[in-house]
């Protein structure tokens, strides 16, 4: 069936041609990608003007459009699933664009210490083995210079507090088309709930339920929340691999690779930037 993925990234294919500029600020004139990609990175305009980076699994390219942005001398697109041709798209064919549908496994289409600054934000977990990725991306970075990573992390509270591993244990199985029609429905009862009981105070109990609910986190409309709660449920129950990592994981990972590892606190989850030697 057309719209099926194909390989393991194939259900963010399908997500991002059918949510090709929710998350793009300059469609919905917001900050949210920019203000993120800054607390991630913490890199500046002078840093990346005329040099070349790269968006290692960059989606529908909300990070990109603020990469690109910054004046950089070529930006270098990478997805593993199809979603690398609506960035493409989403960033009007920019000739500083290179756009490459390669995994981070691998990254064949990129040359070994080719890239100035590249950054990796939300995609380690998503592939099947976050440490061979890790160490494949850093050696695609010139010494001196710089990869900015972030992931979900993994502690006891990990598959405690977070309902979408006990639905996945369903949903990854279904096809993502199915799950891309069930999801709305879900999102119209369970929304309105989690949004009453933040409303009342009681968020700790609206972040139990399994919706994705952005109310008085990000400043967006009713009709926006909705579609970002669709958007992110979905992008919570599809993909075939979920590994949240640890600080450890990432240093073990790192261990051979002479690298120097900066953590970065300004967010939630396992965020870095990573120096090559």
């Not at 697109?77 to 798209?89: F, G, K, P, Q």
């Not at 979920?242 to 989850?269: C, F, H, I, K």
Request: charged residues 20%; hydrophobic residues 40%; glycine residues 8%.
């Amino acid at each position: 069936m057309k719209g099926e993925p194909t390989n393991y990234a194939g259900s963010f294919g399908l997500q991002w041609r059918t949510f090709a500029k929710t998350q793009l600020d300059s469609a919905n004139g917001t900050a949210i990608s920019r203000d993120r990609f800054f607390r991630i990175t913490g890199w500046t305009r002078g840093q990346l003007r005329g040099k070349i980076v790269a968006d290692f699994g960059c989606g529908m390219g909300r990070f990109s459009e603020i990469a690109l942005s910054m004046d950089p001398h070529k930006l270098i697109l990478i997805d593993y699933s199809d979603a690398v041709w609506v960035a493409t798209e989403n960033l009007h064919h920019d000739k500083r664009i290179e756009s490459y549908q390669d995994s981070i496994l691998d990254l064949a289409s990129i040359p070994d210490a080719s890239i100035d600054y590249g950054y990796c934000i939300g995609v380690l977990q998503h592939t099947p083995d976050p440490a061979k990725a890790l160490g494949v991306l850093l050696k695609k970075i010139k010494p001196g210079g710089q990869l900015a990573i972030w992931a979900y992390e993994r502690n006891w509270r990990t598959y405690l507090f977070r309902g979408k591993y006990f639905i996945r244990m369903v949903s990854k199985r279904l096809s993502p088309s199915l799950v891309l029609k069930i999801v709305p429905v879900w999102v119209g009862f369970w929304l309105p709930i989690s949004s009453f009981f933040r409303s009342i105070g009681l968020t700790a109990i609206s972040n139990l339920l399994p919706v994705a609910n952005y109310s008085g986190q990000l400043p967006l409309s009713r009709s926006q929340l909705r579609e970002w709660a669709i958007l992110d449920t979905f992008d919570n129950w599809t993909p075939a691999y979920d590994l949240p990592l640890t600080r450890q994981d990432v240093e073990n990972a790192l261990d051979v690779s002479g690298a120097r590892v900066e953590w970065n606190d300004r967010v939630a989850g396992v965020a870095a930037i990573i120096t090559r030697i």
